[in-house]
């Protein structure tokens, strides 16, 4: 059974960081496409980061340049030693979100090899979620 727990979050302050970490157990494949997802109340679920296996990532406009994505361990993951990490920089108030770590086998590309977004709807796995707020 795959699970992923979410942990890190808090409330900061305007130009603050965060980080956030998600535990992955129970994944049984190498192949793996892994994203953050947040969402405030009354809105749909938005993609704002994702990487895959072989390391390539995507980030949403409004995070580029300020949150990081990234995998330690990807190679161990079917040994549940993998980590999924966000680190979240130069905060702004319309970054309060709840925030989720997703997971499924991979991430479709274009024509480039660039990743592009998956629906929301089509991971399978999701973490419990941790809330993010950041104050003016």
């Known amino acids: 059974q795959v699970q992923l727990v979410n942990s890190g979050g808090g409330s900061v302050q305007t130009g603050g960081s965060l980080r956030l970490a998600c535990t992955i157990s129970g994944y049984r494949d190498t192949n793996y496409c892994m994203a953050w997802f947040r969402q405030t109340p009354g809105q749909e679920r938005e993609a704002i980061a994702a990487?895959?296996?072989?390391?390539?990532?995507?980030?949403?406009?409004?995070?580029k340049d300020r949150f990081t994505v990234s995998m330690a361990n990807g190679k161990a993951i079917m040994d549940g030693k993998a980590i999924l990490s966000l680190d979240l920089n130069n905060l702004k108030p319309e970054d309060t979100a709840m925030y989720y770590c997703?997971?499924?086998?991979?991430?479709?590309?274009?024509?480039?090899?660039?990743?592009?977004?998956?629906?929301?709807?089509?991971?399978?796995?999701w973490g419990q979620g941790t809330q993010v707020t950041v104050s003016s």
């Open positions: 990487i895959n296996n072989d390391g390539k990532i995507k980030y949403a406009d409004s995070v």
């Open positions: 997703a997971a499924e086998g991979w991430c479709p590309s274009n024509g480039r090899g660039e990743l592009v977004w998956h629906d929301a709807a089509d991971f399978p796995y």
